[in-house]
């Protein structure tokens, strides 16, 4: 005899109806039948919230029930899992998510940035009430990385993990190259495509970006989440020249983030380095993004796809809402929150070549006082160009052997002390990839 | 109060210990806390099973269980999961997997032959016993792409399934065009390193790689895993010129598996292809595997990893078993068993552009003919090129224009017909990646 029990539905209350938001309505809209045959149950929308109820967002809202107040929604009785796709670190997504974790709700979200300053706290509390946060959609875009990483490598030791995970970035990077424009006319681009934040320095200064890599080195290390400790250096001071000398070389320029642990502690980076062309991460065009990560066991898994945009996002928190659906439970970082180690920030621990550029007056013996501040920084020299010029000053390339940025430092500082230089050298590490 | 519960370990039986079962006892052993945190309670090996017990393999046996019959291993009252790592569609693998399910074991297994034979009466008997069966090994070695296409891409639907998924050939493959050496020069070398199944045609064929990818189509378009219906070709026919020659116009030949649904139903294709060597698929070198999944809300995400090796396969067994540990528990392919369909097998549904290679005797008119022929068969020529000769035979390469298999199999038969060939014509799809 077979019982006929329909399984009973999850529920879902939608906060936020941006691109996201509208995305996730329209997959849970036209895929319900074959969301339903995945998650052995079906997945409704029982509530939204949204700053203006009036706008027209291209998507059937009118079965839903409609809240102002995105904690009003969170708290409600009638929803499972709580999806909270505002943004922000603090406000109305903080208060929403703690209030959804209370009233012993799930929580999917996108919000990279409430996650990077708060994530301990909150995955604490879903632990405790034993509720789940999930966050998949928050670290690039619509590549399953979080998941890879929590699960698809939980037999791995990581050592390292790196990422260019913001697209208007690596858009900026690769449209300077490709069309030969400098940072401010390629920027203006980006802002009027719409490509950038409303604070643009979220992305040009590798915030967002660095929240994205604090969040999955909080995975791969069972740390506890410390944007704090992420070294930032935005793309602002890269030139069309720096593009150009690194193509020469080889190299491409991307903004790159790299967690790594050492000896010395836990180094969390994200600045312009230099790859090499025939890379993965050299390859990569546009707003793509590209996570490596490595494990004892697997070596190297490269993913790559969209970081942003309306369907890969939602795809993205829609993994997280099938999880939930078909049961699985993993903690918000892999690991018990209690498990999660304070680790000692390290900073500059990896030792690595860098590039340098550098103007040098047309003065007789200019060269060799760059070389012999380097070699009294103990840094080998691997390769130099001085490049034929018709101003007062020369340009001067140099690839150094690996050193420390100690070193590095202390050679920067003894370059501005030779009196040759024509304005400040710029140094771009160079990361083994 | 708190109650101190230890949580119940997860134990598990090992059949197989080669290099990837070596490879897992070495993960559990190494990382026994680190794996007992990110899954919430300890990982156990009780018992295991091999061919000859006194071997040495490089690890301490010592503390499990020794079965000599896989199959008493798999009913063994003391373990939880079944974990199967001998290989072979028949025989063994089959019974005790079988044997496992019907002792109420949960079943993870890198047999990709087994799956792809008998998949769906296996899925059918697992969720009938209330068990899961997992195989992330079984397809692109350490690369999550079962979960990441079960799991992470879950709201999608999905369009296409590519892949580069058996290292031997594509190693073959780059090696022949770095080294200018010929396929069977290359295919003695790859003997010589090991790098062969002990029936080659597995690897050069196609068969393993089309078991993986007949195990992808069955989770991406919710069909019954049907083997026999991969048309499979393999790489044995291609030559270095026809390698030259792809590169001249700027492609790579790689197998490339291809699983699309079209309106005529389901399309499966293993086989040598051209790939833009600009494109990931194309610049992937050596033994490296690359799986691209397409979504209609995801858009393109590309996998790449090591496809084989200790390590690379260990890691995906122990991401399944970790999955068991945690509690999760999907239908072996992301849907119940009976929800699948039996999909209609359509061959050659979807059009492309060819490349033909061909040497014409050289007579006037001669190609005249071919033109003719092509023209007749309704397939235009995108370029074309005639080489410079000293022979009887002038080399001749053409590209079309987007064309069905039927046309372009029209043609060669027509080509034939012209009496100017000075041998058989080769065609290769260029899949448009």
Redesign the interface.
């Known amino acids: 005899m077979t019982t006929d029990i329909s399984p009973r539905p999850l529920r879902l209350g939608i906060a936020g109806l941006g691109t996201v938001g509208t995305?996730l309505v329209k997959?849970v809209q036209e895929?319900a039948p074959?969301?339903a045959?995945?998650?052995?149950r079906p997945i409704e929308i029982v509530a939204v919230s949204a700053r203006a109820k009036a706008k027209n967002r291209g998507v059937d809202l009118s079965a839903y029930a409609w809240e102002d107040d995105p904690v009003a929604l969170a708290g409600r009785a009638d929803i499972d899992v709580f999806v909270e796709l505002m943004g922000g670190s603090d406000g109305p997504a903080r208060r929403a998510t703690e209030t959804a974790i209370a009233a012993g709700k799930d929580v999917v979200t996108a919000n990279k940035a409430l996650l990077a300053l708060h994530g301990q706290a909150l995955a604490t509390a879903a632990e405790a009430a034993g509720k789940v946060i999930r966050f998949?959609a928050a670290v690039a875009g619509?590549?399953?990385v979080v998941?890879?990483l929590t699960?698809?490598?939980?037999?791995?030791?990581i050592s390292r993990v790196m990422g260019v995970m913001n697209g208007t970035c690596n858009y900026i990077l690769t449209r300077m190259e490709s069309a030969g424009l400098p940072y401010e006319t390629v920027f203006q681009e980006a802002s009027d495509l719409g490509y950038l934040e409303a604070d643009p320095n979220l992305d040009v200064g590798g915030i967002d970006a660095g929240h994205k890599l604090a969040l999955l080195a909080a995975i791969a290390f069972?740390t506890q989440v410390d944007f704090d400790a992420v070294e930032l250096e935005g793309i602002g001071s890269i030139t069309i020249e720096d593009i150009r000398q690194a193509a020469d070389m080889g190299y491409k320029i991307k903004l790159l983030g790299v967690a790594q642990m050492t000896g010395r502690g836990l180094e969390q980076r994200m600045s312009p380095c230099l790859v090499p062309e025939?890379s993965?991460l050299g390859?990569l065009q546009g707003g793509t993004n590209m996570v490596v990560l490595e494990?004892?066991?697997?070596?190297?898994?490269?993913?790559?796809?969209?970081g942003a945009?309306s369907?890969?996002t939602?795809?993205?928190?829609?993994?997280d809402?099938?999880?939930i659906a078909?049961?699985?439970?993993?903690?918000t970082f892999?690991?018990?929150a209690a498990?999660l180690r304070q680790a000692r920030a390290a900073r500059a621990a990896v030792a690595a070549p860098y590039y340098l550029r550098m103007q040098l007056l047309d003065k007789p013996g200019a060269l060799a006082k760059v070389a012999r501040v380097l070699g009294e920084a103990g840094i080998s020299i691997d390769r130099m160009r001085q490049y034929s010029h018709e101003d007062v000053a020369a340009p001067v390339l140099i690839v150094t052997h690996k050193t420390t940025r100690t070193a590095l430092e202390e050679a920067l500082v003894g370059f501005e002390e030779t009196g040759v230089m024509a304005g400040p050298p710029v140094a771009i590490r160079i990361e083994a990839v």
Not at 295 to 306: K, N, P, W, Y
Not at 314 to 319: Q, T
Not at 326 to 331: E, K, M, N
């Open positions: 995305g997959i895929h074959l969301l045959s995945r998650a052995g998949e619509g590549i399953p998941k890879a699960e698809g490598l939980a037999g791995n030791e069972g025939t993965p390859q494990g004892d066991a697997v070596g190297q898994i490269v993913l790559r796809g969209a945009g369907g890969p939602a795809s993205a928190v829609m993994a809402i099938m999880d078909r049961g699985y439970r993993v903690p892999g690991q018990p498990n």
